[in-house]
């Protein structure tokens, strides 16, 4: 692949690192999402994967919010795996000129849309460290660039119910958690 991706295969290789520390027994612990459980919060992440492939081939978009957990069934590094790997195949030359449609933006080349993206699998990285009780420090490079794309999206998100309302920092944090705040999150300095 022509195109630099690397911030979106960084995001995706932190929260696959998530993935594998889950103890087997960990999936059904309660996450940051509310009514959502460690098993839900990767579900939505790897959805996610199914919706970059179906954007790529032009297809009609997958509903990832609703029932997450039918995404991961059974082995849910397994199933993460076999979705990215799916995703990755599918991102060809081609695929990342295709314009997408992106909220009030209009539309955007899929790798453009993809660079955005790492706002995704980046907050949700945080949400399974956080329900799995694993170390939740993000990637500060990833996270400068999630804030900006955040502070893009958010106002839409918010309008749609899709993302809580911002919550105060603590007094002088950092920019993951400022980041995390400003996304419903009630970050731990």
């Known amino acids: 692949m022509a195109r630099n991706l690397s911030g979106y295969h960084r995001a995706l290789d932190l929260f696959e690192g998530l993935v594998a520390g889950v103890p087997r027994d ?13 098993r839900d919060v990767a579900g939505h992440v790897t ?12 297809r009609p978009v997958p509903g990832i919010g609703g029932d997450p957990a039918r995404f991961v069934p059974g082995d849910v590094l397994m199933s993460w795996c076999a979705a990215r790997k799916e995703c990755a195949a599918a991102l060809t030359e081609d695929a ?3 314009p997408i449609p ?23 990285a945080w949400d399974l460290a956080q329900a799995t009780a694993q170390p939740s ?17 958010a106002p839409h998100l918010r309008t749609t119910g899709h993302l809580s309302p911002p919550q105060h920092p603590p007094k002088g944090a950092d920019e993951q958690s400022r980041l995390l705040a400003f996304l419903g999150r009630t970050p731990h300095s």
Do not use: K, N
Request: charge should be negative; glycine fraction near 12%; include cysteine.
């Open 137 to 153: 420090r993000l990637d500060p490079d990833l996270v400068h660039h999630a804030f900006a794309t955040a502070q893009v999206v």
């Open 47 to 58: 959805g996610g994967q199914f919706l970059i492939m179906a954007l790529a081939a032009g």
């Open 102 to 124: 992106f909220g009030g933006l209009g539309e955007l080349p899929l790798a453009d849309c993809l660079e955005a993206y790492i706002l995704e699998p980046l907050v949700h």
């Open 96 to 98: 990342l000129t295709r």
């Open 26 to 38: 960990g999936w059904d612990a309660p996450s940051p999402c509310e009514g959502w459980t460690a």
